[in-house]
Structure formats: structure tokens, C-alpha cells
């Protein structure tokens, strides 16, 4: 199975594309791809989210995974903010659904404490940790790490 993991951002848009199943080590997840779609930051806000769009259509096509899981929306301090990254969600979704592709959720604090296993690891340690379950040699674009994590942690918790 093709695994996508997507850490949405409005700026930054983290992916990460991870390979389990039988043709693969037994409880092994193996790396495929992974990298950060950025939307250019002096156009609007409707511009960059329809680059977002677009861009994440033509990865799917490049990529082909077989199912997708998105971290969810957290409520932060700033709700400009929050709401712009529901926005990037959204239309990481729409992608996603628009190609037929299955969408799961997780939260933030499931993955942190899934991969680190502490709900409130930083991001230093999570990449860390994607690296040694993943056997990378370079750490990951801080999104793109997330991103992984994200698919790590649901297959992690899909695994019997």
C-alpha cells in the first residue's frame, strides 16, 4: 500500500509517501518520496490556494498513492491563522477526493506520541524519529517530516 502522509499549510504544504505491505519486510514501512509544495507568497489568498490545488493534483498524478491521511486543524492562538490552514486542508482534501483517493484523518498529539511517544515532542524529535523508523540518511524539510509522521503514525496504528 502507498501511503501519503500531508501536514497542511497555507504556505507550506508537507507530503511524504511511504510503501507497506507484503513485498516489503514484514512490519517494515519504506520511504518513497517526500518534499513541500510552496504556493508563491505574493499572491492572494484565492491564488494560492488554487496553486495548492493544482500542484497537489499533479503530485497525486505523479505519486499515485493508494490512500492519503491529513493531520487535522488545531485551534490556535491567532484564528486568521487557523483558518487559513483549514483553507490548505481543505483544498489538500478536495484534491485528494477529486481523484478518488481515500482520505484519513489524525490528530497532532496522535502522531507525536506514535512516533516520539510524547504528545508534546517538537518537531526536532519527531523528524529525528522519522529518520530512524524510515532508515534515512538526511532529515527530511521539517513539513516533509511531519508529513511522514503523519503516515507512519497511521499505519502504525492501522498495523495489528
Given amino acids: 500500500m502507498r501511503l501519503l502522509g500531508i501536514d497542511p499549510g497555507l504556505r507550506r504544504t508537507g507530503f511524504g509517501l511511504i510503501e507497506t505491505g507484503a513485498s516489503r519486510a514484514a512490519g517494515q514501512a519504506v520511504y518513497l518520496a517526500s518534499g513541500v ?14 496553486e495548492l490545488y493544482t500542484e ?4 497525486l498524478a505523479e505519486l499515485r498513492p493508494d490512500c492519503a491521511v ?3 486543524v488545531f485551534v490556535n492562538v491567532n484564528p486568521k491563522s487557523t483558518l487559513s490552514l483549514g483553507q490548505a486542508r481543505g483544498v489538500s482534501i478536495a484534491a485528494l477526493a ?6 484519513h484523518e489524525i490528530t ?3 502522531v507525536k506520541q506514535s512516533i516520539v511517544g510524547t504528545g508534546r515532542a517538537d518537531k526536532a ?28 503514525a497511521f499505519w502504525h496504528a492501522q498495523s495489528p
Wanted: a positive charge; glycine letters at 4%; hydrophobic letters at 45%.
Fill in 37 to 50: 509544495i510552496r504556493p508563491v507568497p505574493t499572491g492572494s489568498e484565492p491564488q494560492r490556494l488554487t
Fill in 56 to 59: 497537489m493534483r499533479q503530485l
Fill in 70 to 72: 491529513i493531520e487535522r
Fill in 98 to 103: 477529486a481523484q478518488g483517493i481515500d482520505v
Fill in 108 to 110: 497532532p498529539l496522535k
Fill in 125 to 152: 524529535q519527531v523528524a529525528h524519529m522519522v529518520c530512524q523508523l524510515l532508515k534515512l540518511q538526511a532529515t527530511p524539510n521539517p513539513d516533509a517530516a511531519d508529513a511522514l509522521a503523519c503516515a507512519l
